[in-house]
């Protein structure tokens, strides 16, 4: 099974709906409805290759999984903070620590190696990387 049909896996078993939307100006989002479930809406025309598409779709689960969402009309709402929390469960499925760990090891130290080892885009290999060493900071 590869990532991205782990992702659509995980929306299964959660039981989030992901719906083909036209979203030119975002490419993906995600909303819990008042309900309380959550949805995640993304334009395949905004998608160039399968590496983003498993991106976005981690980074909206992220989202839903841990509720991060904000709201525009609340003054006191930070949406970096929602932002955030939503790529940091992103970056954990998408380049666990371990195995980034390991892939240094290895010899892909270069963030292009990174890319190709795991199979994503490379900005999101740098924040990753930029995240992890955050955290040994702590």
């Given at each position: 099974m590869t990532i991205l049909e782990d992702l659509y896996s995980i929306a299964e078993d959660e039981e989030i709906e992901i719906y083909a939307f036209d979203l030119p100006f975002v490419g993906s989002l995600s909303t819990m409805e008042t309900n309380g479930t959550c949805c995640i809406g993304i334009d395949p025309f905004a998608i160039d290759s399968h590496e983003e598409e498993t991106v976005r779709l981690a980074h909206e689960l992220?989202?839903?999984?841990?509720?991060?969402?904000?709201?525009?009309?609340?003054?006191?709402?930070?949406?970096?903070?929602?932002?955030?929390?939503?790529?940091?469960w992103a970056i954990k499925k998408l380049v666990p620590k371990d195995e980034l760990r390991c892939a240094v090891e290895a010899g892909f130290i270069e963030t292009w190696e990174l890319s190709e080892y795991f199979?994503?885009?490379?900005?999101?290999?740098?924040?990753a990387v930029t995240f992890y060493k955050e955290q040994a900071r702590v």
């Open positions: 992220g989202h839903c999984i841990t509720g991060s969402f904000y709201n525009v009309y609340a003054v006191c709402d930070l949406r970096a903070k929602h932002e955030r929390r939503a790529d940091k199979d994503l885009p490379e900005p999101f290999i740098r924040k």
